[in-house]
């Protein structure tokens, strides 16, 4: 049966008023459960955090982690402070919103891709020497830039230039970068960290196996090849 598109346009405008109780939603063996109880975001943005929560997990899921969790909620909560996280234990297939972020911000929706990987990564622990957290959140831009649905709505991209200040370490969308340059370098890479972050024997030797040579000798030549504009001892004076 084909559904023609003002069909789902009504459908998708008939439900409001009812997200508090609204029924989950499935998708290729997914089940996703949506709750604000408050009503704080509009349809538009539950629309679109919903199409970027199936688009980006159910991708994430079967490049990374096949056994991630098949029944993920998602919590808009106004009385969270910050933007977004994924909880550990019990809450580790829970993703709780701060709404005022995405009010003031709503074209920022592919956070939601960001959180979905992390849903996916289920490490064992978070911050530690086998977790390295600088990787986690890396690994976790990586995928939102991956597989989110319109990051340029939200003035978001992985940088293209390397920094003075910038690291390898740095975290978030620096390691980003950087991962998805080795990942081209080295197809599979990313995935392989993950695993290896998932099943708790990550360790930096593990750079020279996968890649070839340390991760400080690979962030270098990155370095070197995306060039840094500012550098100090480049001088265009006579
Ligand atoms: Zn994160």
Redesign the pocket.
Known sequence: MTRRPATVLLASLCCAAAFAGEAPLVRDGVTLAYRDDAGALGAETRGKIVETFFSAYLRQRADFNPAAPDRVEIVVDPGYDGIA??GDGDGRATMTINPAWLVERPGDTDLVA??AM?IVQAYPDYDSERTPVWL??GI??YARDRYGLDNAAGGWALPDAVGPEHRYDSG?RVTGAFLEWAEAAHPGLVARLDAALREGRYAPPLWRELAGEDVDRLWARYARERGDDTDPTETTDP
Request: hydrophobic share 30%; aromatic share 20%.
């Open positions: 996280y994924v960001h959180e992390h986690v959140e976790a831009d978030y």
